[in-house]
């Protein structure tokens, strides 16, 4: 009798959690998938955000930003907000039939991350960190450029020290590195240098200082963040995969530009345009740029413009250098 009455409370909680799992977010519930780096700063907009909106659920969800297209336009997953490492991730692999607007918004920069447990960390630089690199005892990570715009921007960054350093070759040895770990994302390889296991990380600048890990700031030429610098990112190029199965892209190098966009899925629009507006707003602006990712001064809209909403274009517009 009590094997029948435990089996039947498995099979109670399990329905519980099917019919969970199915439901559709509840009306003040905000779903947010964003970038690996807008981990930080995303989860104080979340604890402001709520505590300015009581009774208001923020659920976030991190990913390589191209991880998270997919599971918009692939697994036909509803969400109200989709942050991304990369504004060109939201036109290439959403647009038009996922999403039709793109606000380009904060900015960032490549840097080499490490620990106190890192072989040779006193003796890397900006100037040698290559050489240190490759050297057969070191580790090196690195996110997977088909699913992380970190990915592919580490190996543009690869291509444009091979230029700029007059090192030919550097890219492939790189490349080719036996002690490399990939994942997905990013931050996913956070933990394993802070263990010591992993020695280098290439990442986000911001990534690091929000960490309060050590890092290497590179160059201008090579780091993928300075306006005056396109013309020499724009040399680098990397395939990766494209919008439809088997289907290849090329992303070529640029000045690193975030994206943010309301998908036409979004089941609760009003209330991710009132998230966008508290993003937008001084006390957002702050909290992004406390965290090492300044905004574009102003903010501006690539797509459908008549599609973004009227306050939203009326609040990142008062976003100036001023």
Not at 28 to 37: K, N, P, R, Y
Not at 111 to 120: E, G, H, R, T, W
Not at 171 to 193: P, Q, S
Request: net charge negative; charged share 25%.
């Amino acid at each position: 009798m009590r094997r029948t009455l435990l089996i039947l409370f498995a099979v109670v909680l399990l329905l519980t959690a099917c019919s969970q799992a199915g439901r559709t977010p509840r009306e003040d519930t905000l779903v947010v998938v964003h970038a690996g780096s807008l981990s930080v700063p995303f989860a104080e907009l979340e604890a402001e955000f709520e505590k300015a909106n009581p009774g208001v659920d923020v659920l976030r969800e991190a990913a390589g930003s191209r991880k998270c297209a997919r599971m918009i336009s692939e697994l036909g997953k509803e969400v109200d907000i989709f942050g991304s490492a990369d504004y060109s991730v939201i036109e290439n692999l959403l647009f038009d039939e996922y999403a039709t607007w793109n606000i380009s918004f904060v900015t960032n920069e490549m840097a080499i991350m490490y620990s106190d447990k890192s072989l040779y960390r006193d003796e890397i630089n900006g100037e040698n960190w290559m050489d240190i690199l490759l050297r057969p005892d070191v580790s090196v990570g690195r996110s997977n450029p088909n699913a992380d715009p970190c990915g592919y921007r580490a190996l543009l960054t690869w291509q444009l020290a091979e230029r700029h350093y007059n090192r030919p070759g550097l890219y492939d040895k790189l490349v080719n590195k036996k002690k490399t770990f990939i994942r997905d994302k990013e931050t996913d390889l956070i933990a394993l240098v802070e263990a010591g296991e992993l020695d280098y990380l290439f990442i986000y600048r911001s990534v690091a200082q929000q960490h309060h890990s050590p890092h290497v700031i590179l160059d201008d030429e090579i780091n993928l963040k300075s306006p005056a610098q396109a013309d020499f990112y724009s040399l680098a190029k990397v395939d990766i995969s494209g919008k439809n199965p088997g289907e290849k892209i090329t992303q070529t190098g640029a000045p690193m530009i975030y994206g943010i966009t309301i998908p036409r899925n979004a089941p609760h629009p009003k209330l991710a345009e009132k998230f966008l507006l508290y993003l937008f707003s001084e006390e957002g602006v702050s909290i992004m740029e406390k965290n090492g990712q300044p905004f574009i001064r102003p903010p501006y809209v690539t797509g459908n413009t008549d599609d973004v909403p009227k306050a939203v274009k009326k609040a990142f517009s008062k976003i100036t250098s001023e």
